[in-house]
């Protein structure tokens, strides 16, 4: 089913970065928030915790900081969670 080709998947991806970018592992999984993924992480456990910065969308900015700390709360049992490409030197990084 799912989970088994998602860990196949996940398995292939972690094994290409070692092999390409060394034992480091330097790896974030993006798109990882469904349990079959979360639980399938071996050799990095780096897993985004939101959806992507847009930096020239006000809107979006407190919104984004929000699901990634909510989301953070539930990952950060599982894995470490990334929050995207937030800029500290952008007006929103004192939000």
Same mark, same amino acid.
């Given at each position: 089913? *799912? %989970?088994?080709?998602? %860990?196949?998947?996940? !398995?292939?991806? !972690?094994?290409?970065? %070692? =092999?390409?970018? #060394?034992?480091?592992? =330097?790896?974030?999984?993006?798109?990882?928030?469904?349990? !079959?993924?979360?639980?399938?992480?071996?050799? *990095?456990?780096?897993?985004?915790?939101?959806?992507?910065?847009?930096?020239?969308?006000?809107?979006?900015?407190?919104?984004?900081?929000?699901?990634?700390?909510?989301? *953070?709360?539930?990952? #950060? !049992?599982?894995?470490?969670?990334?929050?995207?490409?937030?800029?500290? =030197?952008?007006?929103?990084? #004192?939000?």
């Amino acid at each position: 089913g *799912s %989970r088994a080709l998602t %860990r196949a998947y996940l !398995e292939a991806a !972690e094994k290409s970065v %070692r =092999k390409h970018f #060394g034992v480091s592992n =330097k790896l974030i999984h993006c798109m990882s928030h469904p349990t !079959e993924c979360l639980y399938s992480v071996n050799t *990095s456990s780096v897993v985004r915790a939101s959806d992507d910065f847009w930096p020239t969308d006000t809107a979006s900015h407190s919104t984004h900081i929000v699901h990634a700390a909510y989301n *953070s709360v539930f990952i #950060g !049992e599982i894995a470490q969670p990334d929050w995207d490409m937030f800029q500290s =030197k952008h007006d929103a990084a #004192g939000l």
